[in-house]
């Protein structure tokens, strides 16, 4: 698959690529975070030898893996990239060294909220099996989310039946959805839906950048998330 970069917004500050692993095609998101500093959200493996467009040849590269199911990208990115500094929260970073795929260089996640600018912002979950983390990033009057494995939106499925059941099954199917695993592995729904409300319940513009897949950017974003959010119980 070939490399290539897209860019999200108009100042090209947001960028997008699509990777592969064995039964999906996630994407990578790139955040220039200045000119010279660049955070790479699920750093996907195939495109650590093409960065975006117009970045410098001596960028601080910052790599996140945003939950337990984005980190395979983590090793070919630090070979290619020997300077970069690579982050993790901590159930990554066990679940990596109970695989005894320990990354010696691995980072906090609270070391690399003090290198974020102030329109970008991280955001810990509430005890989730997937340890996930999300960041937003304040732009032109519009917040930019990026999820990774909890919130998913595929425009279509290219499947047959019988895949499509087999997806559906891990609650993975057409439009934008909660995963239904993530919603197993919550520890408390309602405490998640209490923490998570406030986020999209305003008048702010929201785009989202689900790793998988599709971007959702209609008017009724903040809206269609309140709802899926008070559906839970």
């Known amino acids: 698959m070939q490399v290539q970069w897209e860019p999200v917004d108009e100042a090209r500050?947001?960028?997008?690529?699509?990777?592969?692993?064995?039964?999906?095609t996630p994407y990578s998101t790139a955040i220039r975070?200045?000119?010279?500093?660049?955070?790479?959200?699920?750093?996907?493996?195939?495109?650590?030898?093409?960065l975006p467009a117009g970045t410098?040849?001596?960028?601080?590269?910052?790599?996140?893996?945003?939950?337990?199911?984005?980190?395979?990208?983590?090793?070919?990115?630090?070979?290619?990239h020997p300077g970069a500094k690579a982050f993790a929260p901590e159930g990554v970073q066990e679940r990596l060294r109970k695989k005894k795929r320990e990354i010696s260089s691995?980072?906090?996640?609270?070391?690399?909220?003090?290198?974020?600018?102030d329109h970008v912002q991280l955001y810990v979950l509430p005890e989730?099996?997937?340890?996930?983390?999300?960041?937003?990033?304040?732009?032109?009057?519009t917040t930019y989310w990026l999820f990774g494995d909890a919130i998913l939106n595929f425009e279509t499925l290219e499947a047959n039946f019988l895949m499509k059941f087999l997806l559906s099954v891990y609650?993975?199917?057409?439009?934008?959805?909660?995963h239904k695993l993530f919603l197993r592995g919550?520890?408390?729904?309602s405490g998640f839906k209490q923490w998570a409300l406030p986020l999209f319940n305003?008048?702010?513009?929201?785009?989202?950048?689900?790793?998988?897949?599709?971007i959702y950017d209609d008017p009724d974003c903040g809206k269609r998330m309140v709802a899926i959010l008070n559906e839970l119980k």
Request: aromatic residues 6%.
């Open 106 to 117: 691995l980072r906090s996640i609270e070391e690399l909220m003090h290198k974020l600018p």
């Open 13 to 24: 500050t947001l960028f997008r690529a699509l990777y592969e692993v064995p039964g999906t």
């Open 128 to 141: 989730n099996g997937f340890h996930e983390v999300w960041i937003s990033i304040d732009l032109d009057n």
């Open 56 to 80: 410098r040849p001596d960028i601080e590269l910052l790599l996140l893996a945003p939950c337990t199911g984005h980190n395979l990208g983590l090793e070919p990115w630090l070979g290619a």
């Open 186 to 189: 919550l520890k408390d729904k």
């Open 202 to 214: 305003n008048n702010q513009r929201h785009v989202l950048l689900p790793c998988h897949r599709e």
């Open 171 to 178: 609650g993975i199917r057409e439009g934008l959805n909660l």
């Open 33 to 50: 975070l200045a000119d010279d500093q660049l955070l790479i959200y699920s750093p996907g493996p195939g495109l650590e030898l093409e």
